[in-house]
Nanobody, 127 residues
Framework: EVQLVESGGGLVQPGGSLRLSCVGS????????IGWFHQAPGKEREGVSC????????YYAESVKGRFTISSDNAKNTVYLQMDNLKVDDTGVYYC????????????????????WGQGTQVTVSS
């Protein structure tokens, strides 16, 4: 059974940093594409970044380019999202998701691309 567990959320001031983790079980990370999604209060879930660890392909939404970095540790079956220079608009629940195979470009930021989802971790950016 594929399972994803996110952690690392919390309260941070604007300009601060957090690192989110997505630990996978029941599958090999190298066989799957992983996406990170952000859901702000009252809004739809939106893609932030994605990675295909097999070939280190990464892709970012324009809103986070230069601020967020996605990476993977295949030995730990874990994908990270390093979030720097956080803004108030980054507040919300962050989810990771998985799909067997590769994720590419903008398709990696669409919710319908993915078959498996974690429960989410809350990020609050506030002064």
């Amino acid at each position: 059974e594929v399972q994803l567990v996110e952690s690392g959320g919390g309260l941070v001031q604007p300009g601060g940093s957090l690192r989110l983790s997505c630990v996978g079980s029941g599958f090999a990370l190298t066989d799957y594409g992983i996406g990170w999604f952000h859901q702000a209060p009252g809004k739809e879930r939106e893609g932030v970044s994605c990675i295909t660890s097999r070939d280190d392909f990464t892709y970012y939404a324009e809103s986070v380019k230069g601020r967020f970095t996605i990476s993977s540790d295949n030995a730990k079956n874990t994908v990270y999202l390093q979030m720097d220079n956080l803004k108030v608009d980054d507040t919300g629940v962050y989810y990771c998701a998985a799909v067997r195979g590769s994720v590419r470009s903008v398709f990696g930021l669409n919710t319908w691309t993915y078959d498996f989802w974690g429960q989410g971790t809350q990020v609050t950016v506030s002064s």
